[in-house]
């Protein structure tokens, strides 16, 4: 089965537990797959080690078994750290002001940019970004290819 399929339990696993998918990357081989399963609350709090234990006892008791993985996967969950995912238009309303790293052909390929907010023209979600030299720009987000946050050192 694919990467969808599997996303599509992981989330719905999460869910049931008050957990919301912010990114699952697999790696590792065929034989030997390793899931990397990173997730935040719903009700925003930190996520602690014992939600971490929590998500991959529920996770290990859907996958062990399944035809989604091999049975010698490797499962990691995490929080999604500080260069996190940004996966919806609510991530992008949520970190306004921050910035981030954005990967888009209409901003000429992988850029790093301010986060503005979100608009919708025509049905659809634009980003508004803030290059370095201040000059906003919109972007489709469902032209965007990845997005992250970028962790700014305070000097």
């Not at 869910?15 to 990357?25: N, S």
């Not at 078994?65 to 091999?70: D, E, R």
Request: glycine share 10%.
């Amino acid at each position: 089965m694919g990467l969808a399929a599997l996303e599509a339990v992981v989330e719905q696993v999460l869910g049931e537990l008050g957990f919301e998918l912010v990114e699952l990357r697999r790696g590792g081989t065929s034989r030997r797959p390793v899931l990397d399963v990173r997730m935040e609350r719903v009700d925003r709090v930190k996520v602690t080690i014992e939600d971490c234990a929590r998500a991959s006892r529920a996770l290990e008791a859907q996958l062990d078994g399944s035809q989604l993985v091999s049975p010698d996967y490797t499962l990691e969950v995490s929080s999604p750290g500080v260069e996190r995912r940004l996966r919806h238009a609510g991530d992008w309303r949520r970190f306004s002001g921050r910035r981030a790293r954005v990967l888009a052909p209409s901003l000429g390929g992988r850029v790093e940019v301010e986060l503005v907010g979100v608009d919708e023209q025509a049905g659809q979600e634009i980003g508004i970004v803030r290059d370095l030299k201040g000059e906003e720009q919109r972007v489709p987000l469902a032209d965007v290819k990845e997005a992250r946050l970028v962790l700014v050192w305070n000097n």
